[in-house]
């Protein structure tokens, strides 16, 4: 054998046992606090008595970093402590966060809340919904009965544990549904063009004989790879599919839906979603149409220059525009610097939805800008001369002229712009990450529609949920832009 | 009093400039003031506020119309707006943008006083100057207004650009700052260390190798569905054909979230997680509809009367489209190409949800997680987003006359 079990088994040991002695300073005399199990996105957490007998409950706080300050930590959960007699325990993977007391698991209050029995000496959670691929800081402070820490909270010592572990590999899922489906799909889509192949050549149309052979492999891969997935994730809709159990899911009918509807939050980040898009879409387009019409000015000098400067956001890669605006937008970045400040932009939720805003419109100001352009040069130098002689003031001519010819690619492009608008999820993942934090399971103060439906997706697990969510954003996608082009075409009709 | 058309009609440039820049520069005090607001500093705010009410106080100041005076008025309240503007001034410290915030309000009090002593514009206001005056003051505004016109416009230019080019400049300074401090002077210090950092360490090539895998076959494979079937649709009149363009434009409209989680677990039932062809996959059919649509745009412009000729001649088809058609469409066909190489190259969402191991991130993913990680590494980053975006960026000006007009054909007009 070699030698190497043997050194792993010596070295987590003494991972643990140095672990054990900071947990020991950690939480004072009464209790001691380690991480145990870790992986992807879940930590476990073991606390052992003695336990302060005036404790009530425990708050669970944790960081990506060090932190002493529970200002500094973000609230996880919350786990009771008192008499259990009445309440029932959840089987093993049915609930989220998953407690055990000396081994079995833990009951479950009302709201679903884990509570640990007085008399329990030892018990240990699993944290779920941590980022992977980092070093998280956890503390455990216990509380009384009046919510008071029964710790110093101003010199907190969080135990450290990784979520880069990978889980222990599940046998992989049955795939030969998903195969079946798929080609099933691509045997139809053949059928589908051969069918119509053989239509034309009854009728007699030999000149595009090629034609169906032609457009096959862009259709199947359609039909297979997006036409499949939104099918399959209507289905998922109706499922409980989550992250806990892949493969056997049953169906649920309406339970998705209902659970969508009572999401604290719902109406906010509904309503946060639209006024981001329209916010969004005004200003792109306004600032776009403005700049265009400044370029579009005869005998400019250093057009080209300032063009091409002003397409920069559009040709830096999106997320490294964000990044940097999250750097900028730092209490120690250049735009507190510029004004001599410490302020957190990011921090309050005012500031960062008015924040977030602005450096969206930044992203998206180039493309509308250039497709002004090129529908500016396209209209006729003619009516404007003509105007010109007749003595039609430069605003009447932007007003009369211009804007109305405009008009046929203004309708498209800002319909684009809402739906991408409505979409950007890049912005507010990697500028807030959705933040200010609201509460546990709530969307945050910045989330929009997207980013919650991924928190929902990939943090939380629940796939089903999620893809629930999806549906009511699509229809809501398609309700709004149905209403957009049948008022637009309305104008169209009375002008 | 009678007054000839060109008396009634002449007003000088510099008036007819003004009426509309100072009420733009008030509304630039108003921008201001939320910086002031910002600090916190009651004495900026103040300041700031008088300005502008000061401005918007000469705007209807400005003589209205001829011989109606009010120049020692105007005169006046331009001295006033100086003296704010060298109060806000002496007020915070000099750095670059209090100098710039402080132009705003010194800039219109200098020009308004300096203008109102111009000889036309005295003689214009005072009503002095009989019809010859006026005839000559229009033939002075046709080249002076158009060219104050054109300064404004520069301005205003100059503006838009700083807004663009900060950020950018921003960046580059803290690549070469030394440490991982965001703040510091701009210019202040020189160190290649994280240069050295990134493509020192294998991470980075990882990530690299990885993006450049992802692209190149999201680019081939994405070509070979899109190429044939732009052909189809712009050259044959098929069964089937108006349903499956329209197939085609409904899925580009479709927002990625909702195709997000069934991917996922589709690609998770296959095994493609964490691997390359997953997203190559995934990224050539997400960006086959926009592609379909922008060849079809290019095809049609290439002329039917060299294939049908082909044709007389005895060539099959296949001959034609290889042999004519694709080398006269080569351009288009690059320009395709490089529209789906950038969108692979920068994309997202999707690489973040299906590639989960470090060593499997694309370059958008590594990147990113070199920030909310540990230690915030801000001068790794912004060295590593200067290597990435530099051939991006420079192969986006290069062809962005034709990218923009291939993308509108896809999108605007579809």
């Known amino acids: 054998m070699a030698p190497r079990p043997f050194i792993t088994v010596l070295a987590s040991w003494l991972l643990v046992l140095s672990l054990c002695a900071t947990a020991a300073q950690a939480a004072g005399p009464n209790m001691a606090v380690v991480v145990g199990e870790e992986s992807y996105r879940t930590l476990r957490i073991e606390v052992t008595g003695p336990i302060d007998p005036r404790t009530d409950a425990w708050e669970v706080w944790f960081a990506n970093r060090e932190f002493s300050r529970l200002d500094e930590a973000e609230f996880h959960s919350l786990v009771r402590r008192g008499d259990t007699s009445g309440l029932t325990r959840p089987a093993v993977g049915a609930a989220y966060d998953e407690c055990r007391v000396d081994g079995d698991m833990a009951h479950r209050d009302e709201q679903g809340r884990p509570v640990i029995s007085s008399q329990a000496t030892r018990w240990s959670c699993d944290l779920t919904g941590m980022t992977p691929g980092q070093v998280q800081w956890i503390a455990v402070v216990p509380v009384d009965a009046a919510g008071t820490p029964l710790l110093d909270v101003n010199a907190l010592q969080p135990v450290a544990g990784r979520t880069d572990v990978p889980d222990v590999r599940t046998p992989p899922p049955d795939s030969r549904p998903v195969t079946y489906a798929l080609g099933a799909i691509v045997l139809s889509a053949i059928a589908l063009l051969s069918f119509l192949r053989w239509q034309d050549a009854k009728r007699g149309r030999t000149r595009a004989r090629l034609a169906h052979l032609y457009v096959a492999p862009g259709i199947i891969a359609l039909a297979g790879l997006t036409f499949y997935p939104i099918l399959y994730g209507i289905w998922l809709a109706f499922t409980d599919a989550d992250q806990s159990h892949l493969g056997d899911t049953a169906f649920i009918g309406l339970q998705n839906f209902v659970e969508v509807f009572k999401t604290p939050g719902i109406w906010r980040v509904t309503a946060f979603t639209f006024i981001w898009s329209i916010a969004n879409v005004t200003f792109h387009v306004l600032l776009g149409l403005v700049l265009a019409l400044a370029l579009n000015r005869p005998g400019l000098k250093g057009k080209t220059v300032y063009r091409t400067i002003l397409l920069l956001p559009w040709a830096i890669p999106g997320y490294i525009s964000v990044l940097a605006w999250n750097g900028m937008l730092q209490p120690d970045g250049l735009i507190n610097g510029m004004l001599g400040t410490q302020i957190d932009f990011l921090a309050d939720a005012g500031r960062a939805r008015v924040v977030v805003i602005l450096v969206n419109i930044w992203l998206g100001v180039p493309f509308m800008m250039a497709s002004f352009s090129g529908a500016l040069q396209a209209l006729g130098k003619d009516m404007f001369e003509a105007a010109e002689v007749d003595g039609v003031s430069r605003w009447d001519q932007l007003i009369h002229l211009t804007l109305p010819n405009l008009k046929a690619t203004m309708v498209p492009v800002s319909l684009l712009g809402f739906i991408w608008s409505f979409n950007a999820f890049n912005t507010i993942y990697l500028l807030s990450r959705g933040g200010p934090y609201v509460g546990f399971g709530e969307p945050g103060a910045t989330d929009i529609l997207v980013t919650y439906v991924f928190e929902v997706a990939f943090t939380y697990g629940h796939y089903g949920l999620a893809a629930a969510w999806s549906v009511l954003i699509f229809l809501m996608l398609v309700g709004f832009s149905w209403t957009y082009l049948r008022q637009t075409r309305a104008t169209e009709a009375a002008a | 009093m009678n007054q000839t058309v060109a ?408």
């Open chain 2, 7 to 414: 008396q009634k009609s002449y007003v000088p440039a510099e008036l007819l400039a003004l009426r509309s820049w100072l009420p733009a520069a008030a509304a630039m005090n108003g921008l201001l003031f939320v910086g002031e607001a910002l600090r916190a500093s009651p004495g900026g705010m103040g300041l700031t506020a008088t300005g502008l009410l000061l401005l918007l106080a000469l705007r209807f100041t400005l003589p209205a119309q001829a011989g109606a005076g009010r120049l020692w008025a105007l005169r006046l309240l331009a001295m006033a707006l100086i003296a704010v503007g060298f109060g806000a001034f002496m007020l915070t410290d000099r750095t670059l943008y209090d100098v710039w915030s402080r132009a705003w309000l010194l800039g219109p009090g200098v020009l308004v006083l300096a203008w109102s002593f111009f000889a036309p514009v005295q003689a214009w206001s005072t009503g002095k100057g009989g019809p010859e005056a006026a005839e000559e003051g229009l033939a002075r505004n046709r080249t002076r207004l158009p060219r104050l016109e054109t300064r404004a416009l520069h301005l205003f230019l100059l503006h838009a650009i700083a807004v663009i080019i900060v950020p950018v400049i921003w960046i580059a300074d803290v690549a070469v700052s030394p440490g991982n401090i965001l703040g510091g002077r701009i210019g202040d210090a020189f160190t290649l260390e994280h240069f050295r950092s990134v493509l020192g360490g294998s991470q980075f090539w990882i990530w690299t190798r990885n993006s450049l895998i992802i692209a190149i076959g999201t680019t081939l494979v994405g070509l070979a569905l899109a190429v044939p079937a732009g052909y189809a649709y712009s050259r044959y009149d098929f069964a089937g054909r108006k349903g499956s363009m329209f197939a085609f434009l409904l899925v580009q409209m479709f927002p990625g979230i909702i195709i997000l989680v069934p991917y996922f677990m589709v690609m998770k039932t296959l095994g493609l997680l964490n691997t390359s062809i997953g997203l190559i996959i995934v990224y050539s059919v997400t960006a086959l509809p926009l592609c379909v649509w922008m060849l079809k745009g290019f095809f049609d412009t290439v002329p039917r009367a060299l294939e049908e000729a082909a044709l007389l001649d005895g060539c099959t088809q296949l001959e034609v489209f290889f042999r004519i058609v694709l080398p006269l469409s080569l351009p288009a066909v690059g320009m395709t190409a490089l529209f789906s190489f950038i969108a692979a190259w920068n994309e997202f969402l999707l690489a973040l949800v299906f590639n989960t191991s470090n060593d499997r991130y694309t370059l958008p993913v590594g990147l990113s997680s070199m920030i909310p990680a540990n230690g915030q590494l801000w001068g790794d980053f912004a060295a590593a987003s200067i290597v990435v975006s530099i051939p991006v960026v420079v192969l986006f000006m290069l062809f962005q006359r034709s990218l923009i007009q291939g993308l509108s054909a896809g999108s605007v007009k579809g």
